[in-house]
């Protein structure tokens, strides 16, 4: 015969539960921001804006500053929602990226698991 169980029998079993989701979720953010910032980092001394790179050439722009006399800034927007913006920070004569800055924040931007998605 079975017993019937209480809902304070299983509170040990849902609070195990309830920490191991908290923390592979923050794991996983974590891990997800690193991974954006390993990105951008790729792009150092790549051409901007190559079209045969895959993390460098497809990019959307969304304004150009000048720095200096030898660099330019590019602002970037990561996703439709333009809560993650960043910049490269761009050598002018040999158009290569030299630098990177978070603009919107390092919260808003991590790598997302798009091919999960629909395509």
């Known amino acids: 015969m079975h017993t019937v169980r209480s809902v304070t029998d299983l509170k ?37 804006m190559d079209r045969s790179s895959s993390n460098c050439g497809w990019l959307d722009v969304i304004e150009m500053r000048t720095l200096d006399e030898r660099n330019d800034e590019y602002l970037i927007a990561s996703d439709h929602m333009g809560r993650c913006r960043w910049s490269y920070i761009v050598d002018r004569a040999t158009r290569r990226v030299i630098g990177w800055r978070y603009v919107s924040g390092e919260d808003n931007c991590y790598n997302r698991i798009d091919w999960l998605g629909p395509w």
């Open 12 to 48: 040990p079993l849902l609070t195990v539960i309830s920490v191991v989701t908290l923390v592979t979720g923050c794991t996983t953010r974590a891990r997800l921001a690193q991974d954006f910032r390993n990105d951008r980092d790729r792009c150092l001394g790549e051409l901007f």
